[in-house]
């Protein structure tokens, strides 16, 4: 994208066009294999509506894993794409009568000013946690029936405590843009699928705050909470870790370094 970025947007636009959505034949037991190829932020869109239908699912009483539920909630978008209202104007006097809902998504796209420029075109969307062209931004935006809201910078070093327990979600969207992934070493599910862990306990006087706050994946929040994991925050983004085995484990931006070797610890002292 930076050395060459004609070819680049050549192959991006080359792969664009064997983008395909097909559904197998149905098997012997009733069901359908589906695969296709998509745009980054068509995919993230299904993706995100998917889980968010699963989830409620689970909490109306299905009580199917998280995959199942994902497979019903993408039938039940099918089926209320049935009940949409397509009318669009009056043919004769082309007045509009109603349109179709357009999509609504947050993509976090990080950029610097030499992106703005055209020097090197190349933005980081948070959302996909992949490199893309200036080019492509330009197409997300520009999609029919999409509506661009501009939101201000986010400030990452912003540190602003609430009394509360309860994690704003401005304090949220901080802790995950800057984090990315689940800071135990070796994770790397998604910030955004993370809990927010209070560094130091609320309860023994630790702020709600961005720099009080970790994302820990669900097992990994467990692990600190229930056996003896457990981790210091040494400044925002990196964390160091103490194993039950008794290793120190450097997690940080660039990864996760182990710092020594075993050494037996007491329980007691935790």
């Known amino acids: 994208l930076r050395f060459d970025p004609e070819r680049a ?4 636009q080359r792969v664009s066009d064997h983008r395909h959505f097909d559904i197998d034949e149905p098997s012997d037991t009733g069901h359908v294999v589906i695969h296709g190829l998509m745009d980054a932020a ?6 995100e509506a998917v889980t968010r239908r699963a989830i409620l699912l689970g909490k109306c009483g299905d009580d199917s894993s998280l995959d199942v539920r994902r497979s019903k909630a993408a039938a039940e978008l099918a089926r209320q794409d049935l009940s949409l209202d397509l009318l669009f104007a009056d ?3 082309g007045e509009v009568i109603a349109t179709s809902p357009g999509r609504r998504v947050t993509l976090n796209i990080h950029v610097t000013d030499t992106t703005l420029t055209g020097d090197n075109p190349v933005a980081r969307c948070e959302e996909t946690g992949a490199p893309v062209s200036a080019a492509q931004v330009k197409e997300w935006l520009q999609a029919p029936r999409t509506t661009v809201i501009v939101r201000p910078v986010v400030d990452l070093a912003d540190c602003i405590p609430v009394d509360s327990w309860e994690i704003p979600d401005r304090h949220r969207a901080r802790v995950q843009l800057r984090d990315h992934t689940c800071r135990f070493p070796g994770c790397t599910v998604t910030a955004t699928r993370c809990d927010l862990d209070h560094s130091v306990e609320h309860a023994r006087g630790g702020p709600t705050c961005p720099c009080n706050l970790v994302p820990l994946c669900r097992r990994h929040h467990r692990a600190k909470t229930f056996s003896l994991w457990r981790y210091v925050t040494i400044k925002p983004s990196h964390y160091l870790w103490l194993s039950p ?11 996760t370094k182990v710092l020594d070797t075993p050494r037996r610890i007491d329980p007691d002292d935790y």
Do not use: I, K, Y
């Open 9 to 12: 947007e050549a192959e991006r």
């Open 42 to 47: 068509d995919g993230h869109d299904l993706d």
């Open 91 to 93: 043919p004769d006097t």
């Open 245 to 255: 085995n008794g290793r120190h484990v450097l997690v940080g931006p660039t990864g």
